[in-house]
């Protein structure tokens, strides 16, 4: 296995508050890693700064070999990123939105249907506008729009809200597909038992570093 993520010693300041405090972690490829701990503990922090959205300001931090010191934009097109935000445009139909990401992502337009389907998101609201559709029918599209890009890494946080039980089983099924292809699912979660269940791996965050990983035990 390929290492995807390695991280060591990693400062994060956002304004002039440090974020991540001396983070260290290495993911290999195929890995499905949960980052626990409680509000503020970094583990939102951590997932932007592999996405290379937050700045490193000290330590060494290597995402798929790039450093993200130096190029942090480099791995951008390998990684799926599902925020709190579903970050979708609200005025298109659900279709429409996935299809957009799939071309934008080097994808066909006729994956978006096969995408949305996968989600469990019923056949009669793709052809809804995104602003009319619920919160959890907001998040399949945002999940759909991950999985016509194909990530090498998922980036995921809290990525069961707003879903049901059944739409939650249905996702967990999706990052296990990903990982047994060999994708690398990186993940924060505070849903106890269902996100365990998911992960190969579980890495808790305190004050902005890592204080238990359990691939150490």
């Known amino acids: 296995m390929s290492t995807v993520v390695k991280f060591a010693n990693v400062v994060a300041v956002a304004g002039s508050f ?25 583990k939102t922090s951590l997932l932007r700064a592999c996405a290379g959205l937050i700045r490193i300001n000290d330590g060494s931090a290597q995402v798929f070999g790039f450093d993200m010191r130096i190029n942090r934009q480099a791995p951008r097109r390998y990684i799926g990123l599902l925020g709190h935000e579903n970050n979708l445009y609200r005025d298109l139909w659900a279709i429409e939105h996935v299809e957009f990401r799939a071309v934008a ?83 924060a ?17 305190r004050g902005g570093q890592v204080v238990e990983d359990s691939s150490a035990r």
């Open 18 to 42: 440090p974020v991540l405090t001396g983070v260290d972690i290495t993911v290999q490829e195929g890995e499905i890693v949960l980052l626990q701990g409680k509000n503020g503990a970094g």
């Open 105 to 187: 992502g080097g994808g066909q337009r006729g994956d978006a249907a096969e995408a949305l389907a996968r989600v469990g998101l019923a056949s009669r609201l793709w052809s809804v506008p995104i602003s009319a559709l619920s919160a959890g029918q907001r998040r399949k599209v945002a999940i759909a729009s991950l999985i016509v890009n194909r990530p090498r890494l998922w980036l995921l946080d809290e990525p069961h809200s707003a879903l049901d039980a059944a739409s939650r089983a249905d996702l967990n099924a999706i990052l296990k597909e990903a990982a047994a292809s060999g994708a690398t699912v990186i993940f």
């Open 189 to 205: 979660s505070h849903e106890g038992v269902l996100s365990e269940e998911l992960s190969s791996r579980v890495v808790t965050l």
